[in-house]
């Protein structure tokens, strides 16, 4: 069972009058990995910097364990931070680096000595002590940072878009070595990403951010599957979004196709919906399935990823809407799929979401 770690409670952030953080309440349990992750602006880098003691609340609390620590300092919290640009000091050598908190907090020589060689070790750099920053690569640099952060063994640890300055190959590799440190350590640590991959490869769970708000906590399955606002459906991951209007509880007419959902919604005849269907939740080849949803487009536009790619079609009868489908790259050499040619597919019932306008 999940152990509380971290509470917050009616967390406001105000700049004079602009609102940054609006009401925010979590709790973050012991030993999971939590990220905050929405587009430039939504207040999770300042949510972060609140929970670090770098910035103040307007008003709210934070509570660990059974202690207020609302406007305790930094220093009293014992958080690990890192941050996007590394902050690691030119002047100093990686050893040094890893080695600055602790000999602010008065350890011996010989002890300081053997936590650093043992965390280079753990992030894969036992070499490297004797190195200056300038001679490692971003992502190496990026390690040492985090190094630095786990020195004095802190209670949480707190990480501020760390991998959005590495390539893609670099950063797929640190994600995957920070999961695994993280669960090795047992360590409870947030995260702070607008990207949404990230978010959903390497969470525990996932706190999605809107203009200071919290729009929905969930399991990266459950905000990618269940979102809960048409925000998060948008936000993460490609989604297809189609004009509706009830026709009953479990049809909508889209200009003049009809789209069915197997189970009733709480909607009136004639009220205007906002349907929403990620590419993937398609079946291709309709004659082997019985039922409803079964739609005929041209295709206007292939947009290719390596093992799948992205058609957009031009549906009939979708009142010149447009729907972008999912194909495996196996299925566009097997169907023989191209722009312009005709493709028949059927839309998922079970995974259509409906919004109210």
Excluded: W
Excluded at 22 to 43: H, Q, R, V, W
Excluded at 132 to 142: D, K, L, N, R, V
Excluded at 333 to 350: A, I, N
């Amino acid at each position: 069972m999940s152990t509380s770690y971290l509470q917050l409670i009616n967390l406001n952030k105000k700049f004079g009058k602009f609102v940054v953080l609006n009401d925010i309440s979590l709790t973050i349990n012991k030993g999971e990995l939590i990220c905050f992750l929405g587009p430039s602006g939504c207040g999770k880098t300042t949510l972060l910097r609140i929970i670090a003691g770098l910035e103040k609340q307007s008003s709210g609390m934070i509570i660990q364990g059974d202690k207020n620590i609302s406007f305790a300092s930094p220093a009293d919290r014992n958080y690990g931070i890192v941050f996007q640009s590394y902050a690691l000091f030119p002047n100093l050598t990686i050893a040094d680096n890893v080695a600055y908190g602790l000999v602010n907090r008065k350890y011996t020589k010989e002890s300081i000595k053997k936590r650093v060689a043992e965390l280079l070790q753990v992030v894969g750099l036992p070499d490297s002590g004797s190195k200056y920053p300038s001679q490692m690569s971003g992502g190496q640099q990026q390690r040492i940072a985090l190094a630095r952060a786990l020195a004095a063994s802190p209670d949480l640890l707190l990480l501020d878009e760390p991998l959005s300055a590495l390539d893609a190959t670099v950063r797929q590799h640190l994600r995957n070595e920070i999961c695994n440190l993280q669960k090795q350590l047992g360590l409870t640590t947030i995260m702070v990403t607008h990207d949404q991959e990230e978010a959903l490869s390497m969470a525990d769970r996932v706190v999605v951010m809107n203009h200071g708000t919290i729009e929905q906590v969930g399991s990266p399955m459950e905000v990618y599957s269940n979102p809960a606002s048409p925000f998060v459906a948008d936000f993460i991951g490609k989604v297809n979004c189609l004009d509706a209007v009830v026709s009953d509880g479990n049809a909508f007419k889209c200009g003049d196709l009809t789209l069915q959902i197997p189970q009733q919604q709480h909607f009136n005849k004639g009220d205007k919906v906002k349907l929403y269907l990620r590419p993937e939740d398609t079946i291709i080849e309709p004659s082997s399935i019985d039922g409803h949803n079964h739609c005929t487009g041209r295709i206007k536009h292939i947009e290719f990823f390596g093992s799948n790619c992205i058609a957009e079609l031009s549906v009939d009868h979708l009142a010149n809407q447009s729907i972008q489908l999912q194909l495996s790259l196996n299925q566009v050499y097997d169907l023989k799929v191209k722009q312009g040619e005709t493709l028949t597919f059927t839309v998922r019932p079970e995974r259509i979401m409906v919004f109210p306008l």
